[in-house]
């Protein structure tokens, strides 16, 4: 089975980016092919990653539920499939499925499933499975994706960040998915550190911290270039000390340097 790497946070605290540097850092450090997912219906993983996304999931739920599509003989089921697929966009080193935005509350059990069987099927043929979420993590809640191995919960270096992450915390228990781990994440931490107040809040309601990243003028530029992150320099201080996060907490075996998709 995939190693499932799943990244949360409320929006702007820097999910999208570090999910797109831990897919560089998984293909082109430790050169193993990665399935890509943006749950996110503010997507932006495929920019970051350089491609540009068409199509996404919800447009085609959409164009499925409205009846807008004429199926032509084709069965429902295969029709979603096929649209799923054509969903996806690939590349030598990685894939991306973008989910896009629902509109409006209708059930979308039907796609879901069909979703999940598609993820199902994609955990048992890429080694890793990196997975942008949305800030409520409903696909997580929905099952639409499989056991998290690795939950990363990104927060800004705030008292409100503090209060978001203990209450992912909560979400994270009470959602039908096994996460094995979850790491909270302080992300653009400024030059002088984070703020003692911080430091105390984080202690009194329990938070343990596993990585302070540094606040990245490099990574800033790039955004701010609307370039794509495999721009960024290999020495880049938050993608070495990414790396070594992956590095600590990644099991002995998925860290085996191999060539599959470098070539
Ligand atoms: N460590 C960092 N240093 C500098 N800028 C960062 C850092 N992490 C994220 N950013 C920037 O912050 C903004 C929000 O990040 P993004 O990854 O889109 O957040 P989210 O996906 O949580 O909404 C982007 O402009 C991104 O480039
Ligand atoms: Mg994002």
Known sequence: MAFNIAVAGKGGTGKSTLAALTIRYITEELGKPVSAVDADPNASLGSLLGLEVKSTVADLREDIVEKKVDFSGMSKERYIEYAIEESIIETSKFDLLTMGRPEGPKCYCYVNNLLRKYMDKVGTTYPFVVTDNEAGMEHLSRRTTNNVDLLMIVSEPTVVGALTI?????????????????FCILNRIPENGIHENLQQKLDSLGIEVSALFPFDQ????????????????????LYVKLGTFLQKHLPASMLEKSTVGNQ
């Open 218 to 237: 490099e990574v800033y530029n790039t955004a701010a270039c609307g370039a794509s992150i495999f721009e960024i320099s290999r020495e880049n201080e």
């Open 166 to 182: 203990q209450r992912i915390l909560k979400l994270a228990e009470s959602i039908p998915v096994t996460i094995r781990q979850k």
